[in-house]
Structures are given as C-alpha cells and as structure tokens.
C-alpha cells in the first residue's frame, strides 16, 4: 500500500485533532491534501515528532495527538518509545509508516528493509501494550478507527511502499506554521474554557 | 564530593517561584537532589527522557500546549541535543529555557567531564545561545525567571549554567 492511500483514508478524521508530522513525503503528503491549522510539519530534527507529540498530549490531556512518523525518524529517536511507554498518555496516537527506506534523502535502505528491524516488536518490547501491524489499506483503517475509539495510547506501525510525491514545496514558512499552531491550540482552549 | 542540599533546593524554589509548571530532564548527580523535590511536588510535572534531544521535542509540545516548561540536563546531554536545538527551536522560533550542569570546568577532578566542560562555552558561543552562569544561591532564582522570561520574548533557547560553586558543597 502507499502512505498516501492511509493519510488520504485519515484526512477526515483529523479535523478535530492536534496532528504532527516528520519531514519530506509524509508532510507534503498530508500538506497536499490541504493544510490545516491544527497541522505542524516538523521539516528537520529528525526523531523529534514523536517527542512533540507526548510532549503536547502530557500538557494537553483533552486533546487528542496524532503522529506522523516514519522509520527512518523513529529509528533515530528509538529511546523515545520507551519515554512514551513510561508515561502512557492515552490521548497519542502514534502511526509509524515504515517504507523501508531513507526516501526523502535519497531512497537508501533503512534498517526495516527485508524485515531486519521489526519496528512494532520494538515498540512492544518499549513496554508500549497496543500496537498494531498492518500492511492493507483496509487493515491500515481499521487500526486507525480502533485506535480513535480506545482512548488508550495507540501504536500503528504501517508497512508502505517507498514512493512519494512528485514535488515537495509548501506555502508556509516555518515559524509561521509554529505560531498558528499554537495560536490555534491556545484559541481552542480558549474556546472550551481552560485557561492558557 | 558532595552535592549541595540548600543549594538545591534554592533552585527547585526558584524554579518554583518562576512559575514553571513542567520540568523534563535527564537525571544526573549534581541535578539528583533538585529533581527528587520536583518528583515530590504535585503541582509540577516531571517528564525523565531517556536521551536529551527528545526533551527538545517535548518542550516544544508543553510550549504549544501553553505551559511554562524547564529543560534540565549536563552539559554533555545539552552537546548531545544540539541537531534538536538547531533544527526545531531555532529554526522555527520555539523558547527553551534549559537549566545545565556544567561539568568538567574549573575544579573537576574526572577526567571523563573535561573535555565536554572545556567546551560547552565555546558552542553555546557558536549556537548564537545567550547564557549566564549561576553561581550564587541567592540570585540563582532570578537569574531562572529572567532565564525564562528572555527565552519567551526571544523565541530561541537560553541557558543558564549551573556551577560547581552553586551544585557542591565547599570542601
């Protein structure tokens, strides 16, 4: 399946969510797709999406987060799992789109090619109790129902192809999409009553 | 050696009174006593990570999410965050207002703390990070709030060093 097959099928259901994703295809991928304010694209600091989003569903325990990653950014934060294992937040969704490869620079075999480095059993050995591996789109949107229905800290690892889109380009700079990011999390609040 | 129990808890409280609500840090000796009195305090939120670059990240997530957040970590794990500091505080303008141990500088007697004590300077000079060392228990606090307020109205990272003079006890 493509990764752009299971964020199409996930599109919908973000509106009302707090969404981060990693660098390259995911983010154009999603951006394509129309941007919205509830959307941060984390363009660099590779790892560091999955740390955004416990950081953001420890702070924000009404919120539900939903992570874009990959396995080439989880491989390089894998410490993180254990940290999102420790607190459990059950507000995260953490969905892992393993392609197997270093696409957005330059298409170089990641560690998960072949099946080498089985990144779901990493994310259970982290301590972290509800993964889900899948490699259909049917299977990919069952994950993702089950995981918004649980309201429990949710691990989907997806094994997609290693294409992405033709172009790459956003009209949104990057402190811009920081500060209405933000700004968009403090209006909600805002809006629902909670201080700050 | 021993880590100073006063000292410490002049910079819990100055954390305190900085009202920052949420702590993430990596534990270390000379941080060890200050972090057990943030693990005791219900009223702010510790988060241990396992590695210093991903307390960039959840920094950032309590900065979205409104709260007033403090990094702690060693000057070793601050050199080891520098790609998150760079590629996610600085580049997209998110305040972090890191507390760090600086080890392996005047006074040290491990070898292992040296190099990275020599230096620390040298690359917060570099970063383009502003920073002031703290060596007094009686101006730790403000220099804390005034750490954090600069990091908010600045949108970058600040450090302010934690001294041997401040963390241990006189011999």
């Keep these: ?196 | 050696m021993t880590v100073s129990y006063q000292n410490s808890k002049a910079i819990f409280q100055g954390i305190k009174a900085a009202g920052i609500t949420s702590l993430s840090a990596l534990p270390e000796t000379w941080l060890g006593l200050l972090l057990q009195q943030a693990e005791k305090d219900p009223d702010v939120r510790l988060v241990q990570v396992a590695k210093e670059e991903e307390a960039i990240g959840i920094a950032a997530g309590a900065y979205f999410a409104g709260e007033r957040h403090v990094l702690l970590m060693q000057n070793h794990g601050f050199l080891a965050a520098i790609n998150g500091i760079v590629s996610l505080s600085q580049l997209y303008g998110i305040p972090l207002c890191m507390l760090i141990a600086l080890r392996g500088h005047w006074g040290e007697p491990y070898a292992w703390h040296t190099r990275g004590g020599i230096v620390t300077e040298g690359v917060l000079r570099a970063l383009g990070i502003p920073f002031e060392y703290a060596r007094d228990p009686a101006e730790v606090g403000r220099q804390i709030r005034e750490a954090y307020t600069f990091s908010q109205s600045a949108l970058a990272p600040v450090a302010l060093l934690l001294t041997r003079d401040l963390m241990e006890e006189p011999l």
């Excluded at chain 1, 097959?5 to 973000?14: T, V």
């Excluded at chain 1, 154009?28 to 989003?53: C, P, R, T, V």
């Excluded at chain 1, 919120?63 to 607190?87: F, H, P, Q």
């Design chain 1, 1 to 196: 399946m493509k990764r752009a097959e299971c964020i199409a099928m996930l599109y919908p259901e973000l509106d009302d969510k707090l969404v981060v994703t990693i660098m390259g295809a995911c983010a154009q991928e999603l951006y394509d797709l129309g941007h919205k304010e509830n959307f941060f694209y984390l363009q660099h600091a590779m790892g560091l999406a999955s740390s955004i989003g416990l950081g953001l569903a420890m702070h924000l325990p009404k919120e539900r987060i939903v992570v874009l990653d990959g396995d080439g950014s989880v491989l390089m934060n894998l410490g993180t799992l254990a940290t999102i294992a420790r607190y459990r937040p059950r507000n995260l969704v953490h969905i892992i789109f393993d392609n197997g490869s270093l696409l957005s620079t330059g298409g170089f075999d990641s560690h998960t090619t072949s099946g080498t480095t089985d990144l779901a059993a990493i994310a259970r050995g982290a301590g972290l109790r509800r993964v889900a591996a899948v490699d259909s789109v049917m299977d990919f949107g069952e994950a993702v129902i089950d995981a918004f229905a649980s309201d429990e800290l949710s691990v989907i690892v997806a094994k997609v192809a290693a294409i992405g889109p033709n172009h790459y380009g956003m009209d949104l700079h990057l402190p811009e999409n920081a500060f209405r990011f933000k700004r968009f999390i403090s209006e909600r609040r805002k809006a629902s009553g909670i201080a700050g």
